[in-house]
């Protein structure tokens, strides 16, 4: 089943972008975790809309209510179930778009594969709206990880052609996890931040839209978790990562940069360090043969600008056959990048979480 993932932390997404509503059922959760309301209340608003000028203007409070698997702010251990009604859905934007696909979209796509019965208000069962619920889960998962000591992050790395502060792969503390939760805007260098908002605006300004990268990592994972081969734990982490409808790229540590370096550099030398191995760099993203080494886990993904743009825009006419132009009406995201940093921290705190029932 397509929306359903995980081993033993077993998560199913259900809804649509303009239906009644949209949710997650989580099978596997421990019993006893007392939740933290708060702390899931604040992640599932850093990914709602309507907050400032970067993001889409609609309207949508996404308080999740709790159906079943807690009882006194404790988990039962049975099936976890949420769901987010949605309010401020208008439909009448998205009018004749199941006929003239929107191009970056999975309209045409969704259409040849559900034989036309699938619903195209604002991207239905495809919409990044889904990954709403997926945060929720993912506070949830961070809850069962903290228990562990182990504590996940992530900050804007790029918008465009504006980088962030590089990051320190091998020495990163919780400090820098909290602060970069407690900013709407998640970046380590303020003034870099600043030229990523402006150049989100002027893509807004110039009816376009663009997009980044958001670098991931989580402190305290032991060395030993995960398998080799089909199982890696860099398997399970994209296999998440890849499943946020914008993404279209990941790599772990140095990615993509160790194709231009020699195996003196790209080795992670290992050293004791008050009686623990750790390495003096950490180029594989603290991960090798699929499994943890116990040295931050890092990983880079790629979002792609928001496809959504009132530019005209090249399409076809599904229902004549013939070639036509669309201009996106609507709310939406010159730049979806902000709002995607919460829901790759739950892509990494679910997979570890599911990891880490599986070993244990």
């Known amino acids: 089943m397509s929306s359903q993932w995980g081993r033993k932390l077993i998560i199913s997404l259900f809804g649509e972008s303009h239906g009644k509503g949209i949710g997650v059922v989580m099978d596997g959760v421990p019993p006893g975790i007392q939740l933290d309301m708060e702390f899931i209340r604040r992640q599932m608003e850093r990914r709602s809309p309507g907050r400032n000028r970067w993001s889409t203007q609609r309207k949508e409070a ?97 918008i465009e052609c504006v980088t962030d502060q590089v990051l320190n792969c091998t020495n990163i503390s919780q400090e820098i996890i909290h602060q970069l939760k407690a900013k709407d805007f998640p970046v380590l260098d303020e003034n870099a931040g600043e030229q990523m908002r402006r150049v989100i605006l002027n893509a807004f300004e110039e009816l376009d839209s663009v997009g980044g990268e958001i670098t991931t990592f989580a402190l305290g994972v032991p060395a030993g978790i995960g398998s080799p081969i089909f199982d890696a734990l860099e398997s399970k982490i994209a296999s998440l990562v890849l499943s946020v409808p914008a993404v279209k790229g990941i790599s772990f540590g140095s ?106």
């Open 255 to 360: 990615g993509f940069d160790l194709a231009y370096m020699r195996g003196s550099e790209a080795n992670d030398p290992y050293r004791m360090e008050d009686g623990k191995v750790v390495t003096t760099s950490n180029h594989n993203g603290g991960i090798l043969g699929g499994i943890s080494n116990g040295m931050p886990i890092v990983c880079k993904v790629v979002i792609k600008p928001t496809a959504s743009i009132a530019s005209l825009q090249k399409t076809v006419d599904l229902s004549t056959g013939e070639n036509t132009d669309l201009s996106v009406h609507g709310r939406h995201d010159p730049c979806i990048v902000p709002r995607a940093v919460p829901v790759m921290e739950a892509c990494m705190a679910l997979a570890l979480a599911d990891a880490l029932l599986d070993e244990r």
């Open 62 to 158: 996404d308080v999740p209510e709790i159906l079943s698997g807690v009882y006194d702010d404790h988990t039962t251990g049975t099936p976890l179930c949420m769901a987010i009604y949605n309010k401020d859905a208008r439909s009448g934007d998205y009018k004749r778009l199941d006929e003239t696909p929107r191009p970056g979209h999975a309209d045409y796509t969704g259409r040849i594969r559900y034989k036309g019965f699938n619903d195209p208000r604002g991207g239905g069962h495809f919409s990044g709206r889904l990954t709403a619920p997926l945060v929720f889960a993912g506070a949830i998962a961070q809850q069962i990880l903290a228990k562990e000591g182990i504590y996940v992050g992530a900050h804007i790395n790029r």
